[in-house]
């Protein structure tokens, strides 16, 4: 019987929104501190530290009236959400109830894709992977302003709006990359990559075997062991 008191990766959530009188589905993908390893011998400076204290969750399309998910296609592929926010017992934090739970697959991750610039250099940042632009200063401050965040729950309004339903904020926060996919092509064409190339095989390609990355919990069965 899985443990509903406590959420983790693989499970399914959802929580109520007072504001919209809705259900909110979600999805726990990666804890990226306990899971993601920092290679040893790579520097001080490494694209997912700031997100240690975060798993990676993604939102589902369907906002329903009853807390049925009916169905399991993603209108927001993964944010960065505190870990904290999922332990408060406090009476005003928020309630994710668990829903189901469905195994991850590693090799079909994804990650928020955003832009850095960090040692002089102008970045983007996708997972793992610090791939440099060429693009300039103006560029990056201006037509590329996409940089990354984390927050403290489901960006309600970003999970309607991306479907062109009314919510409480009139504009979409694009602090993904993804959600811009005209100017994504634009970008992966001046790098020289297929933006249409999953994570993982980008990874590789760039030397970075997110399977290497996996820290494998030696003390869950075999069967269950979806990391190895």
């Known amino acids: 019987m899985p443990d509903k008191t406590k959420l983790k990766e693989g499970d399914i959530f959802y929580v109520y929104n007072d504001y919209y009188k809705r259900y909110f589905f979600g999805k726990i993908l990666v804890d990226i501190k306990n899971r993601l390893v920092k290679r040893a011998n790579e520097g001080l400076l490494w694209p997912l530290d700031f997100f240690s204290d975060c798993y990676l969750v993604a939102v589902y399309k369907d906002i329903a009236d009853t807390p049925v998910l009916k169905s399991r296609e993603f ?3 993964g944010s960065f959400i505190y870990k904290s926010s999922f332990n408060r017992k406090n009476e005003d934090g928020i309630k ?8 991850i697959n590693y090799q079909e991750l994804e990650f928020p894709e955003y832009i850095v610039s960090s040692n002089d250099k102008i970045c983007l940042q996708r997972g793992e992977l610090s791939i440099p632009t060429g693009l300039t200063r103006a560029q990056y401050e201006n037509e590329f302003n996409i940089t990354g965040s984390k927050t403290g729950g489901i960006n309600y309004s970003n999970a309607l709006l991306l479907q062109g339903l009314p919510a409480y904020k009139e504009r979409i926060d694009y602090s993904d990359l993804r959600l811009l996919p005209e100017l994504r092509k634009k970008l992966y064409e001046m ?5 249409d190339m999953p994570y993982y095989e980008l990874a590789l390609k760039h030397g970075k ?7 494998i919990n030696l003390h869950i069965k075999i069967d269950k062991q979806i990391w190895l």
């Open 75 to 77: 209108i927001i592929l």
């Open 191 to 195: 790098i020289g990559e297929d933006p």
């Open 209 to 215: 075997d997110l399977h290497a990355f996996i820290k």
């Open 96 to 103: 994710w109830v668990y829903y189901d739970h469905e195994d």
